[in-house]
């Protein structure tokens, strides 16, 4: 019997987040123990929106009413406590918007999947991700918090094409990147140069389309 995937799904765009996999039956309780002993993802790994409070689940299911706590009384998710320092506001969308508007602008015509901007395959909106060609981390750093959300900084992606990204091991090429990611760029005044720059940096020309 193959492993279930367990993991935190998105409450803003519903991108289920891989933690670990268990093989069945799988209980509640089992989830709770493995989760105190592994890293979960903090960040939804297609629109980043915050998983803070997102109880661990295996891939399809809720799970509803009390779950088990530890003794500090926090769910045994394996999440750190909060520090309870606001996050900026941030936009100019909200991350479930963002996501959106990225699959409908692949789109070939309404009611057909959105192609992933790498290879022109098909997407799948609860699997498959969007990546931010510049990313979010660095935007935040800067103190461009109302600039993380911009529909120009996005592109629809395969998952394994953004894993594959992120990872280093394959980078998505500059002429992959929609036309817009560059204007977006180059409208974030005094850190426009640096914005190009990281951009050509992170996607280079020679690379190929992954496969």
Not at 54 to 65: I, N
Not at 103 to 117: D, E, H, M, S, W
Request: glycine share 8%.
């Amino acid at each position: 019997m193959p492993p279930v995937d367990v993991g935190l799904t998105c409450t803003d765009c519903g991108h289920f987040n891989v933690a670990f996999q268990m093989y069945p039956p799988v209980s509640e309780r089992d989830m709770d123990r493995q989760g105190e002993k592994r890293t979960q993802p903090v960040e939804c790994s297609s629109c980043g929106a915050s998983l803070a409070d997102v109880l661990l689940t295996t891939k399809g299911q809720e799970r509803e009413g009390p779950v088990s706590r530890s003794r500090n009384g926090l769910a045994r998710t394996g999440l750190k406590r909060s520090s309870g320092k606001p996050r900026p506001k941030e936009g100019p969308l909200t991350p479930a918007e963002w996501h959106r508007r990225a699959f409908n602008r692949q789109r070939p015509r309404p009611g057909k999947p959105a192609l992933c901007a790498v290879t022109e395959e098909p997407l799948n909106e609860s699997v498959d991700e969007v990546h931010h060609p510049l990313e979010k981390r660095l935007l935040r750093a800067r103190g461009l918090h109302r600039h993380v959300w911009d529909e120009r900084n996005s592109m629809a992606v395969k998952k394994r094409i953004h894993d594959a990204h992120t990872s280093g091991s394959k980078r998505i090429p500059r002429e992959c990147l929609p036309p817009g990611v560059w204007d977006f760029a180059r409208s974030l005044g005094e850190y426009a140069d640096w914005a190009v720059q990281r951009l050509e940096e992170d996607h280079p020309v020679t690379e190929g389309v992954p496969a």
